[in-house]
T-cell receptor
């Protein structure tokens, strides 16, 4: 079983739609969580950190449920530029290695 | 501020040859990481340097891989001899020294990667 599991998609949505990605992790020792975005043939870039209290950055909302070992990302009012692969990532120790999910591909269509 | 840079961007070699990948982290970042993405799989951790010391090398696949970070600045990852299964994209990332209570200091910034093809 992978340590971080995501639905690979693809998710095909129209502009303006709301889309939600889910992710589960198996190692309860994971201390920190992130969503990274990766465009085709580019490097991963941090989208946002994920906290138990939930956090929001513009159209993006992330949530962590430690009891269920579940992480979510909600994108509202999807833009064409949101098309990318979204990577769910866990970290063991602050400053230590990151554990990546396989990524969820999002395609926003006009 | 310059980001993480990697060289070369692409490398095509034959099985049995040697390849050396280079990573220059963001200036002042103590932490340097190597990751690899094999086609169809998730990005996987290889190792972590803190300055010039190996903090965690649990992800190194075997002894054909050798990473160094002399002087605590740039790092090299040598694969010798290369095998077909070593093909993939090798990413380097860096983060600054962790400051207690400052979550942003944990952020890892990734380089553009080196795409290695072993024929």
């Amino acid at each position: 079983r992978k340590e971080v599991e995501q639905d690979p998609g693809p998710f095909n949505v129209p502009e303006g739609a709301t889309v939600a990605f889910n992710c589960t992790y198996s190692n309860s020792a994971s201390q920190s969580f992130f969503w990274y975005r990766q465009d085709c043939r580019k490097e991963p870039k941090l989208l946002m950190s994920v906290y138990s209290s939930g956090n929001e950055d513009g159209r993006f909302t992330a949530q962590l449920n430690r009891a269920s070992q579940y992480i979510s990302l909600l994108i509202r009012d999807s833009k064409l530029s949101d098309s990318a692969t979204y990577l769910c990532v866990g970290g063991y120790n602050q400053g230590g290695k990151l554990i990546f999910g396989q990524g969820t591909e999002l395609s926003v269509k006009p | 501020e310059a980001g993480v840079t990697q060289f070369p961007s692409h490398s095509v070699i034959e099985k049995g040859q040697t390849v050396t990948l280079r990573c220059d982290p963001i200036s002042g970042h103590d932490n340097l990481y190597w990751y690899r993405r094999v086609m169809g799989k998730e990005i996987k951790f290889l190792l972590h340097f803190v300055k010039e010391s190996k903090q965690d090398e649990s992800g190194m696949p075997n002894n054909r891989f050798l990473a160094e970070r002399t002087g605590g600045t740039y790092s090299t990852l040598k694969v010798q001899p290369a095998e077909l299964e070593d093909s993939g994209v090798y990413f380097c990332a860096s983060s600054q020294r962790r400051l207690a209570g400052v979550a942003s200091t944990d952020t890892q910034y990734f380089g553009p990667g080196t795409r290695l093809t072993v024929l």
